[in-house]
């Protein structure tokens, strides 16, 4: 069963209309989906809003796990805090924080404002965080993501090397951004097997970290829309 939890509409930079996105995860054998686009607080409202209704019809209609989230994107660190409460208090299940990818010029400070905060659920593509925030990860129940994503998953081993001497929680996610992104079994299991994981970190990262995200996320919403599929 495949989950993800880091992908794109054209929300933001995204090919596919959230709708859209969901069905073809349905189609490519998905068990659930977030929808995770690109956000800051001049766009926040309008995303979460959008995408919260789509996720909504698909868990009625399809009974697919569709969850609406946000990636807090070359948001300055000082402010990650408080767009992450703000995102979690206009409606969004999930937030994302933009890691410290060598990829991209993300503030240097961004891992550490996002593992310290207690309304962040991921740290995506976290380039080479260190272990002063791997430890805050892990004291704040905040899961670090392995990528599918080409540029930022050149630090996969490197995230991974951290995981086998630390017990945080990994994820892969696909980070899509078209149907051609979303994720197979045979290339997630290629994926976190290449980064250098063992089995029982590949099992963790797979399976059981998905399900202990979705547990926090249904402790946390007003109402526990995520028991079903628990």
Not at 47 to 60: G, K, P
Not at 65 to 90: M, Q, S, Y
Not at 113 to 131: E, K, M, Y
């Amino acid at each position: 069963m495949i989950y993800d939890f880091h992908t794109h509409s054209f929300l933001s930079d995204g090919e596919l209309s959230p709708i859209e996105l969901i069905r073809r995860a349905i189609v490519q054998g998905y068990r659930g989906l977030a929808i995770t686009d690109h956000a800051s607080p001049g766009n926040l409202e309008h995303v979460i809003q959008t995408v919260s209704a789509d996720c909504a019809l698909a868990r009625e209609e399809w009974n697919f796990l569709a969850i609406p989230g946000v990636e807090l994107t070359h948001v300055p660190a000082t402010a990650i805090d408080k767009t992450a409460a703000l995102a979690k208090k206009r409606g969004a299940w999930l937030v994302v924080v933009h890691g410290e990818t060598t990829a991209e010029p993300v503030e240097k400070g961004t891992n550490r404002a996002a593992v310290a905060s207690r309304f962040v659920d991921i740290l995506a593509h976290p380039g080479f965080l260190n272990v002063e925030e791997v430890k805050a990860a892990i004291a704040n129940g905040i899961f670090i993501e392995v990528t599918a994503r080409k540029g930022h998953s050149l630090t996969n081993g490197y995230v991974a090397s951290l995981a086998r001497r630390y017990a945080v929680k990994l994820l892969l996610n696909s980070d899509a951004h078209s149907s051609e992104d979303l994720l197979t079994g045979p290339l997630a299991r290629a994926i976190v097997r290449g980064a250098g994981l063992g089995r029982t970190l590949q099992r963790q990262a797979l399976s059981a970290n998905p399900q202990l995200l979705l547990q926090k996320l249904n402790k946390n919403l007003p109402t526990q829309h995520i028991a079903r599929w628990l």
